[in-house]
């Protein structure tokens, strides 16, 4: 699967939005990757995460469990472990702070894990998951991603796979270009709400 293939699969999904955008991070953004109308419809969702599966194989090598991040890498996470014939397990935040294993989850000793995340915009997501696996026996050997959207700036501390990488800007909120400081404020993600 191209990269050009992978962005088909978001655009005739309704799922690359243009507009204003309140980003996860806080930062704007003219551009938004919907990964939940992705993530609704089975067949698409199967047939990116075994692209992805793919592209984990020939850069990593054999794995045998995918971590992501709840709640947004758990069905992509799921479904790319599916095809790689691994485990997959997730981190969650710990209600008083940062992602930690849980449900009796762990990396054993001897085993090769690999986080999967959606989308990568500034890496934080997968950097918070990466420290809360800090003392797990078993290696964590990289990272991946359906869509980059960094440009490649995003930093893991893990050599990261994505499908396709764009190099989509984001403002901070103070620092808007004039065309988008003109238009609305939304914020379609699922972190808590930020009034623009």
Request: net charge positive; proline share 8%; hydrophobic share 45%.
């Amino acid at each position: 699967m191209t990269a050009n293939d992978v962005l088909e699969e978001f655009r005739s999904a309704g799922a690359l939005l243009q507009g204003h955008f309140i980003l996860s991070s806080g930062l704007r953004s003219p551009t938004f990757l919907q990964k939940m109308t992705i993530f609704s419809d089975p067949v698409r969702t199967e047939r990116l995460c075994r692209a992805l599966a793919e592209a984990i194989t020939a850069r990593f090598g054999k794995i045998d469990i995918v971590v992501s991040p709840a709640i947004g890498g758990i069905v992509p996470g799921y479904e790319t472990a599916r095809h790689l014939g691994a485990k997959a397990i997730f981190v969650e935040r710990d209600p008083r702070g940062p992602f930690t294993l849980r449900r009796g989850f762990s990396i054993p000793a001897g085993t090769r894990a690999v986080i999967v995340e959606d989308i990568v915009t500034t890496g934080l997501s997968a950097r918070e998951c990466l420290a809360s696996l800090k003392d797990e026996a078993g290696a964590v050997v990289g990272a991946a991603c359906l869509i980059d959207r960094s440009g490649g700036r995003g930093e893991i501390g893990l050599p990261l796979v994505s499908l396709a990488a764009l190099d989509i800007p984001t403002y901070p909120a103070d620092a808007l270009p004039p065309e988008l400081a003109a238009i609305p404020a939304t914020k379609p993600g699922s972190r808590a709400t930020i009034k623009p």
